[in-house]
């Protein structure tokens, strides 16, 4: 855990975990690696390297839309997740495949889909299932922060 002047941020383009002071993190912060935006405004799509680590390492509010293929409330939500995330740039948004990555999904013990899970420094704070507008996807975030 890092101290409380910096956070742990994973890049979405090369994996590193890179500390960000924490006055800086609403400052558009690039990877020290590959020099890449941080904070990307749209959803980051997992696998399964990549989901732990995102989901474990990342200190600052972490939003994991898990869904499927063959879900149609999934498909129905997936352009609302991307409308949220572009206007809550400084918090994380990433999806989960559950039916492709179902060994990567099954610790979060999802239930129905989609659901919504939100995670800061790898702990769950809470969840929300169903699909949502934007604006309620945007509320409850905000309301967690």
Known sequence: ????????????????????????????????????????????????????????????????????SWCQPCHMMAPQFEQAAAQLPHI???????????QTAAPYGIRSLPTMVAFKGGKEIARQSGALPSNQIVQWVQSLS
Do not use: Y
């Open 1 to 68: 855990m890092t101290t409380a002047q910096s956070r742990h941020l994973v890049c979405p383009h090369c994996s590193a975990t890179n500390r960000i002071p924490a006055n800086r993190i609403n400052q558009n912060p690039v990877c020290g690696k590959c020099q890449h935006a941080l904070l990307i405004g749209k959803p980051v799509i997992l696998n399964a390297q990549s989901a732990p680590k995102i989901i474990q390492k990342n200190e600052v509010l972490t939003i994991v839309d898990f869904w499927a």
């Open 92 to 102: 994380v948004f990433a999806k989960l495949q559950t039916d492709q990555f179902e």
